[in-house]
């Protein structure tokens, strides 16, 4: 018999390692995981507890309708519009991360968007894209907005004046890519800020190396984040 288990307590692990790096925001933003039990439903982080409380046990789960079928807490309702749309467009995607960190908010708000400039950048080589700020998730408009933004293979999502987005085959995966996407998103801003916004004064490796850079780093290990996760469980949940 399938069980949700494991799905729970990553994600709640996910929840707690992000408040631990200090990337939350308040009760805002969210991160999900597909159900085992039912692929059509996934388990979300419920409106009001920080980060650093979600458990297991106040998780709760949604339909692809948004009904909540599993769970207590009052889920939120642009967690559910933009969690609920990629997991019906996208069978390949079974985790999410939506996160407002200062820095992906301001790389988000700047017209040249994500800069390939360092090595943190060049896992979205290709596999980032834009979406253009419509207000909060509330509407069946802006969920179809979204889907059509991220696509069908791409791993992040740029949300213009709003934050990150990133996708995964597993929690560890999605992870993975929004811490180094926040990562990316920090080193942008540092050297930008070094050279007063003179991009003529940064460095940009060719197309062709950063399409074998961001290979290259696709291909570094066949379970994508899995061998980072375990340390940060060691480090901030086992300890």
């Not at 390949?92 to 996160?99: E, W």
């Not at 960190?101 to 700047?110: D, I, R």
């Not at 207000?135 to 709003?162: Q, W």
Request: charged residues 20%.
């Amino acid at each position: 018999m399938l069980s949700d288990t494991t799905v729970k307590k990553d994600l709640s692990y996910a929840f707690r390692i992000f408040s631990a790096l200090e990337m939350d925001d308040q009760t805002y933003t969210h991160i999900s995981s597909r159900s085992l039990i039912d692929q059509s439903s996934y388990w979300i982080n419920p409106l009001g507890p920080f980060f650093e409380e979600i458990c297991p046990e106040n998780l709760v789960r949604l339909d692809s309708a948004g009904n909540q079928v599993e769970g207590s807490g009052v889920h939120n309702t642009t967690g559910q519009s933009i969690h609920g749309s990629i997991y019906q467009s996208r069978p390949d995607i079974n985790a999410i991360v939506h996160l407002h960190t200062p820095a992906g908010v301001a790389v988000s708000s700047l017209k040249c968007g994500l800069l390939f400039l360092s090595q943190f950048s060049f896992h979205f080589y290709h596999k980032i894209a834009i979406h253009s700020y419509g207000g909060l998730a509330l509407d069946s408009t802006e969920e179809n907005k979204i889907i059509k933004s991220l696509g069908s293979e791409n791993k992040a999502l740029l949300m213009e004046n709003h934050g990150l987005l990133t996708v995964g085959k597993t929690i560890q995966e999605a992870f993975f890519y929004m811490y180094y996407l926040d990562m990316a998103c920090q080193v942008q801003l540092k050297a930008m800020a070094a050279v007063a916004g003179d991009l003529d004064k940064i460095i940009f490796p060719d197309e062709m190396v950063c399409h074998k850079a961001s290979q290259q780093m696709r291909d570094f290990e066949p379970s994508l984040g899995l061998r980072d996760w375990n340390a940060l469980v060691r480090k901030y949940i086992q300890k």
